[in-house]
C-alpha cells in the first residue's frame, strides 16, 4: 500500500504550519475567588500529535454506504456504525483494538422490525435508510428515514447496553444528523427535507428538538422566513442560495448536521444547499438566525484551485468563487467565545431536477439541456456551451479566453462544473465574470455570533495532496483515476470532529473523494496550525473493488474522536467510517511533547 513516508509528513507539517516552531502562549485562566490569577495555558506549539493506523474493519460493502456515521460506546467497548442502505446499526466488539481487525459485526440491529415491532410503522416497507447515530450516557440514538424519504422519518432510541428497543419519535422528512445536547436533556435532529425526483414531492426542511424527559417533540420550521411572512427581510440572500423548483424559502432550506453549543442552550444547523447555518434556540424552539457564509474567491493568493481533470496538477487562481456549503459542523469555546468548524464539501440539487420540463426547468433558473431532455444545474461549458446560451468574460467585457465562449480549453475553464443557478443569479445574467462553483475545497473557522470567518485553510488540501501524490491526486472514490475530480469539488471536505490532547484543540477533517484525514491544531481558532495528512488508500490499484482488501480505505464518511480516558488502547483514538470501502477504521493518536 502506497503511503505517506514519515520523513515527507514532517517535512509538510514544517513547510506548512512549522510544527516545531514556539507559538504564542496560551491565555491567562480565569481568576480563582480568592482573588489570585489561574495559570497560564499551554504554549502553543509544545507538542505534536500523529495518527497511526491500528485496525480496520472487513469491508460490509463496496460503494454501498455500509459503514457511514460511527460512535463509540466507552463503556461496554462496542464500536457502533450506521450500515445506512441496509437500515442497520453494525455492532462491533472492541474490548481491545485487534478485535477490530478484519472483523464482522457481532451483531446487527435492524431497525425497520424494530419500529414495526413496536407498531411505530405497519411494515418494513415503509422505512428506510439510516442516516445518524449517537450515544450519551444510557441512550442511544439513531435517525431513520421513511420510504419514501419525503414522509416524516424517525428517531429510534435503544439502550447502549443490551441494545433493546426503548422509544421511538416521529420528526420531519428525512431526519439526517442526530445529536444530545451536552447536558444530555434533549437530542437535535437536522430533517432535511430533501424533495423527490422531478420535485413531485418537497417537504419543508425542519429541526426537531426531543426532550429526553418525556420524549416530546418540538419542531422548528422556517416558514416565518417565507417571502411575505414577517421574517423574510432577515434573510442575507447576497451570502446564500435560494433555489427549487416552485420552492417556498422553508422548502429550500435543507438542514444537514447538527452541533450544539457548551452550554446547551444554542443549536448550529448547516443549510447545505443553501450555503448558511440556522441558528436555533433550543429552549424556545425557535430560529434565533440565519447566517448566509458568502463565497470563496479563489482569484486571490492562497486560494488557487485546480479546476480540470485533463492537465495533471495545475492549481492556480481562476475567477472562480466556491460555495462554502459545508457539510458537517463542530463548534468549541475560546476566549469566552464560540467557533464553529465546517467541512465545505459542497452539493447540488441536480439529482432532483430530472423530469422538470422546460418551462418549469427554466422558470426555476435552471439550464434545459434540451439535447438530453434534462433540467440542469451543474453547468459546465464542455457539456453545455453553445454560442447563444452563455459567455465568461472579464472585466472589460471581452471573452476571457479566445475559445468556448471565453472557457478556453482543457487547460483553462472549459471542464469546470458550476451552479448555473447561483452563476447566473450572482452574475445578473448569462454573461459571467466569476463561475460559482460548489464547495470550498477546505475548512473554514466562523465566529459563532456574527458568522465572521476567521480561518479557512485555502489551497492545503489540493496542494498537500498534490506534493505527496502529483497527478494522482484529486481521486475519486470508488476507482483510482488521477486528477479525475479536479473539475467538480476536488478532495471533497466531507466531515470534521475536534478532539483535545493534552489541553490542545486539533480538528480532524475528511476528505471524501481523495480519501484520508487532515489533521490542524486549532487551539487559536484565529491561527490554526497544520499538522498531518494520512490517508490509508493505494491509489495505484487499477480494480479497487475486485481488489479491496489492497485499495485500503475508501470514502470516508463520518468521524468520531474517542479521549485516551475511554479509548481501549489508553490512547486517544479517531474513528473512520469509510462509506465506499464499507470498512470501518481506527487511528491511534501518538503524543510527542516537545522540548520548551
Known sequence: MRRIPGWLALLLCLLLAGCGSDGDNGRDGADGTNGVD????????????????????????????????????????????????????????????????DADPATRIDLAAMLVSAGKA????????????AL????????????????????????????????????????????????????VVANEGEPDEGYVNDPAGSVSIIRLADYSVTEVDFSDFNAGAPRHA??????????????????????????????????????????????IDLAAGTVKKILGLGFKDHSIPG?????????????????????????AITSYHHNGRTFLVTANEGDSREDWLNGLSRDACEGAGY????????CVDEFSAKDYYDSDNVMLVNSEG????????????????????????????MNGGTEFEKLYAYGARSFSIWEAETGLQVFDSGNDFERITALIYGADFNNDNAANAGDDRSDNKGPEAEAVTLGVINGHTYAFIALERMGGIMVYDV??????????????????????????????????????????????????????????????????????????
Open 398 to 425: 471581452n471573452p476571457l479566453f479566445p475559445t468556448n465562449g471565453g472557457f478556453g480549453g482543457d487547460d483553462a475553464l472549459r471542464r469546470l462544473k458550476f451552479s448555473y443557478h447561483t452563476t447566473v443569479a
Open 523 to 596: 487551539s487559536n481558532p484565529y491561527a490554526p496550525a497544520y499538522v498531518q495528512y494520512i490517508n490509508q488508500r493505494d491509489v495505484t490499484v487499477d480494480d479497487v473493488e475486485t481488489d479491496l482488501d489492497q485499495v485500503g480505505d475508501l470514502g470516508p464518511e463520518g468521524l468520531h474522536f474517542v479521549s485516551a480516558t475511554d479509548s481501549p488502547g489508553g490512547k486517544p483514538m479517531l474513528l473512520v467510517g469509510n462509506e465506499v470501502s464499507g470498512t470501518t477504521a481506527v487511528y491511534e493518536i501518538d503524543l510527542t511533547l516537545l522540548e520548551q
Open 303 to 327: 486560494n488557487e484551485l485546480d479546476i480540470s481533470q485533463k492537465d495533471g496538477v495545475n492549481i492556480r487562481n481562476w475567477p472562480v468563487m466556491g460555495i462554502y456549503m459545508p457539510d
Open 38 to 101: 489561574g495559570s497560564d495555558g499551554a504554549d502553543g506549539a509544545a507538542q505534536v500529535v500523529s495518527l497511526r493506523p491500528v485496525a480496520a474493519t472487513a469491508s460490509q460493502g463496496f460503494d454501498q454506504s455500509a459503514a457511514e456515521i460511527v460512535t463509540f460506546d466507552a463503556v461496554n467497548r462496542r464500536v457502533l456504525v450506521v450500515n445506512a442502505d441496509s437500515g442497520q446499526v453494525d455492532v462491533f466488539n472492541a474490548a481491545s483494538l485487534s478485535d477490530l481487525n
Open 234 to 279: 432577515e434573510l442575507p440572500v447576497d451570502k446564500m442560495v435560494l433555489d427549487g423548483y416552485n420552492a417556498t424559502v422553508a422548502q429550500s432550506l435543507e438542514p444537514e448536521y447538527v452541533s450544539v453549543s457548551a452550554d446547551s442552550a444554542t443549536a448550529y444547523v448547516t443549510l447545505q444547499e443553501n450555503n448558511a447555518i440556522a441558528v
Open 367 to 374: 439550464f434545459y439541456a434540451a439535447d438530453d431532455g434534462i
Open 122 to 133: 405497519t411494515e418494513a416497507g415503509l422505512v428506510g435508510a439510516a442516516n445518524s447515530i
Open 136 to 187: 450519551q450516557g444510557e441512550l442511544t440514538a439513531i435517525a431513520v428515514e421513511a420510504m419514501p424519504k419525503t414522509n416524516p422519518g424517525w428517531v429510534v432510541f435503544i439502550h447502549p447496553t443490551t441494545l433493546a428497543y426503548i422509544n421511538a419519535v416521529q420528526v420531519g422528512a428525512l431526519p439526517d444528523m442526530v445529536t444530545f445536547t451536552p447536558d444530555g436533556s434533549r437530542v
